[in-house]
């Protein structure tokens, strides 16, 4: 994996999230928990700041695609 992406797939009823080491597949309605606990994980490990910033921005995408923004 190389890419970093968050696609939805609505008639599954869930949302992948790739990046670029790793991807996982969830339930569409745990997408605010996740973004919740990224958001977290910046707050406690700044260093790593970048990496969440990204993951961050693609869940908010998601999240925006979801409710039709």
Do not use: H, V
Request: net charge negative.
């Amino acid at each position: 994996m190389s890419e970093n992406t968050c696609e939805i797939d609505r008639a599954a009823g869930t949302f992948t999230l790739n990046l670029e080491t790793w991807g996982n597949t969830y339930p569409l309605d745990t997408l605010e928990r996740w973004l919740a606990f990224y958001r977290e994980q910046r707050d406690l490990f700044p260093k790593s700041r970048n990496s969440y910033d990204k993951t961050i921005a693609l869940l908010e995408n998601a999240l925006a695609e979801r409710d039709g923004g």
